[in-house]
């Protein structure tokens, strides 16, 4: 680690300075104790971006809303109709492989 902290300091100065920190170190460390199936599902976003987009289509052609409970009644709606069409692609059946205990390291 060391050797490729030397080289790349130069270059990449704060990326090498916070790859060498001892906690971010430990934290890293903590995330690959986990399973391969469990860290595809800590990492990332592409759900999350696929509910965004109905929500951004609804609201972006709607100006202003006379009350924001209006607005909250109609994101609930797009989250269910989202929910009922997608409950499949996003199983949460993985979650079988998360460890039972808390304690990793």
Not at 3 to 17: F, L, Q
């Amino acid at each position: 680690m060391q050797e490729v902290a030397r080289k790349w300091e130069g270059s990449y100065g704060s990326v090498v300075k916070k790859l060498t920190e001892e906690e971010f170190i430990h934290d890293y460390l903590t995330y690959l104790c986990y399973p391969v199936e469990v860290r595809g599902q800590l990492y990332t976003t592409h759900s999350l971006e696929n509910l965004n987009r109905p929500i951004r289509g609804v609201t972006k052609s709607k100006v202003s809303f006379a009350k924001s409970e209006n607005l909250l009644d109609l994101v609930y709606m797009v989250v269910k109709d989202f929910e009922s069409n997608n409950w499949q692609k996003y199983a949460v059946n993985t979650f079988q492989y998360w460890p039972r205990n808390t304690q990793l390291l």
